[in-house]
């Protein structure tokens, strides 16, 4: 059974992994324009959000999810 803090941790993972793959776009000129477009701030920001729903899971414990 999956717990509450192994969710948070999976979340927060991925939400990491992808603001390092947004991020990662900008540094490897892999896009078109230079510099942050919209959607980037927008999946930031996301990211971000998910990385807070990821803490509070973790901060719950080891209740099942």
Same mark, same amino acid.
């Given at each position: 059974? %999956?717990?509450?803090?192994?969710?948070?941790? !999976?979340?927060?993972?991925?939400?990491? #992994?992808?603001? %390092?793959?947004?991020?990662? $776009?900008?540094? !490897?000129?892999?896009?078109?324009?230079?510099? !942050?477009?919209? #959607?980037?701030?927008?999946?930031?920001? #996301?990211?971000?959000?998910?990385? $807070? $729903?990821?803490?509070? #899971? %973790?901060?719950?414990?080891?209740?099942?999810?």
């Amino acid at each position: 059974m %999956v717990t509450k803090r192994q969710l948070g941790t !999976f979340i927060i993972v991925l939400s990491v #992994l992808g603001i %390092v793959g947004i991020a990662a $776009v900008d540094v !490897f000129d892999a896009g078109q324009w230079s510099g !942050f477009g919209p #959607l980037q701030r927008i999946g930031i920001a #996301l990211g971000l959000g998910a990385i $807070v $729903v990821g803490l509070i #899971l %973790v901060r719950l414990g080891d209740r099942p999810a």
